[in-house]
């Protein structure tokens, strides 16, 4: 494998689109739910055991070689609100374009022939993890990473927050991050036996509420 | 109350359902009650019939009436359960067209119990073609120091119709919730339609925050499913704001259902949410 790899599909750099979604946290500084450094870190640590896990889980099945189509309706069985729905597959299919064009593989060419509204985002993120030649648990790191780390930065351009505070609050629920990737991979390799129903399920009755909340703004600065 | 009371207050309350002393007690936790009880509707023609009504430890079970096709069972608590060590399942069926309502008679108090080791409280629901099952519980209270893991297994057939109803309330009055651990799976045509697991309660990490419950503590959800139901209309928000409860109630992507999910600060704003979601659920 290559490291360098895991360093580009993580990069908020990398030409995916995730840098428009704030992962929940626009509807939450709307509601003052979030509105500083501490509750910011609570809102990361409930969304990283919550939709984190979850995406990870999902994530490192298909770098391990899972069926992707059966992840993409496992995903959306996990995914009852039609706005994170929607969002995934957006971010999904824009994940899909620059993933061809980095890392090709016949599997990822597969997946855009049979999603061409775009498939579950962690599950592109997966698979081109697995055409990079990274293992499961790089692809629930990356996955873990993205879903805390786009709020984070979100919050700070909605809060005008010190970027080294965000910085900070991520750091600190490092070891927080490595206990879920790796929850997320075990449970990868036990769907491999048990089937798909082993992936985590995680989920999070707010981020889903206030999902469909943000969708009916009519003036928004994230997509979701 | 002691374990052992409380098995001889089950035998006490229970009827003839109950195998007699000395053919059970099976193996579980030592300080744990294992019970499983189990509900068959089946339908002979004309109306639905209840082949098995099979009573075990807390559960007893009573048929409530017979409303035309349909056939309602109540569930009235025989014992303090679940407790910490419990092994608790309910097997519940609705053969090919079958009407079958589940309700049960009080909330249930998960407690602390004997041992901290957690209480399991399996529900197994399963409808055939053409059947209607209907799930509609009072509330579960996580009360302090409790420790349970709950898990929903629905098994639909394609033609089937299925309403499930749940209402966890963390914490009785004014304490700290109990450790709950909660999963609901369902399959509807062999294909996953819903599958989430909510974990409220120390030592959850961030289960309080404002990414999960917010402090909010009553949280439910309704879930429908009916190839009858218009699901194809866009999402429907309830209730203000997220400080005095709110719900959604949205199309799921794997069949002709609806969720909705809620979260309150008591146990009667999200009756009314998910009693608002019901009637929109059924809103041509």
Redesign the interface.
């Known amino acids: 494998m290559s490291r360098a790899a895991l360093l580009l599909l993580a990069d908020g750099r990398f030409p995916a689109g995730g840098h428009a979604h704030s992962g929940g946290v626009e509807a939450a500084v709307a509601h003052g739910a979030v509105h500083d450094t501490d509750s910011l870190e609570a809102f990361c640590r409930g969304r990283l055991h919550t939709t984190g896990l979850t995406m990870a889980g999902l994530a490192a099945a298909a770098a391990g070689g899972h069926d992707p189509l059966l992840l993409d309706d496992a995903a959306d069985a996990r995914t009852p609100a039609p706005a994170l729905r929607a969002a995934a597959r957006r971010l999904g299919r824009q994940m899909l374009r620059a993933a061809r064009a980095t890392f090709p593989s016949a599997e990822l060419e597969h997946l855009a022939t049979a999603r061409p509204q775009g498939a579950h985002q962690p599950i592109v993120l997966g698979l081109a993890a697995r055409a990079a030649g990274l293992a499961p648990v790089d692809a629930a790191y990356a996955a873990v990473y993205e879903n805390i780390g786009g709020p984070a930065t979100a919050a700070v351009r909605l809060l005008s927050l010190d970027p080294l505070d965000a910085s900070g609050l991520l750091a600190r629920l490092g070891p927080e991050i490595d206990d879920v990737a790796a929850a997320a991979a075990d449970a990868a390799t036990r769907a491999m036996t048990e089937g798909i129903d082993a992936l985590p399920s995680a989920s999070s009755p707010l981020l889903d509420i206030t999902a469909e909340q943000h969708a009916a703004w009519t003036v928004r600065l994230f997509a979701s | 109350m002691s374990p052992s009371s409380r098995l001889a207050s089950a035998r006490a309350t229970s009827d003839l359902d109950v195998p007699p002393a000395g053919a059970q007690e099976p193996a579980g936790h030592p300080d744990g009650v294992r019970a499983t009880a189990r509900i068959r509707a089946a339908h002979n023609g004309r109306v639905t019939t209840l082949p098995q009504l099979r009573s075990d430890g807390p559960f007893h079970l009573r048929r409530m009436r017979t409303d035309g096709n349909a056939a309602t069972v109540g569930i009235i608590g025989a014992m303090s359960a679940p407790l910490g060590g419990d092994r608790l399942t309910l097997d519940i069926t609705a053969e090919d067209r079958a009407e079958l309502e589940v309700i049960t008679a009080a909330a249930t108090l998960a407690l602390r119990g004997p041992t901290t080791e957690a209480a399991t409280y399996d529900v197994r629901l399963t409808a055939g073609e053409h059947a209607h099952l209907l799930w509609l519980p009072q509330p579960l209270i996580s009360a302090a120091g409790s420790n349970l893991r709950q898990t929903y297994t629905v098994e639909l057939a394609a033609t089937s119709r299925f309403v499930l109803r749940e209402e966890q309330v963390l914490g009785r009055a004014d304490e700290e919730p109990g450790h709950i651990v909660s999963?609901i799976?369902?399959h509807r045509a062999g294909?996953?339609?819903?599958?989430?697991?909510?974990?409220y309660g120390a030592p959850?990490?961030?289960?309080d925050?404002?990414?999960?419950?917010?402090r909010?503590r009553a949280?439910g959800q309704l879930l429908v499913v009916d190839p009858r139901v218009h699901v194809r209309r866009?999402?429907i928000?309830l209730g203000e704001?997220?400080?005095d409860g709110?719900?959604?109630l949205?199309?799921?992507?794997?069949g002709p259902a609806l969720?909705a999910?809620?979260?309150a600060p008591t146990t009667s704003i999200l009756r009314e949410l998910l009693d608002e979601a019901h009637a929109h659920a059924f809103t041509r």
Request: aromatic share 2%; with cysteine.
């Open positions: 999963r799976l369902v294909r996953p339609l819903l599958d989430q697991q909510t974990a959850e990490p961030g289960w925050g404002p990414a999960v419950l917010n909010h949280v866009g999402p928000l704001g997220i400080k709110c719900a959604v949205a199309p799921l992507a794997n969720l999910t809620a979260v």
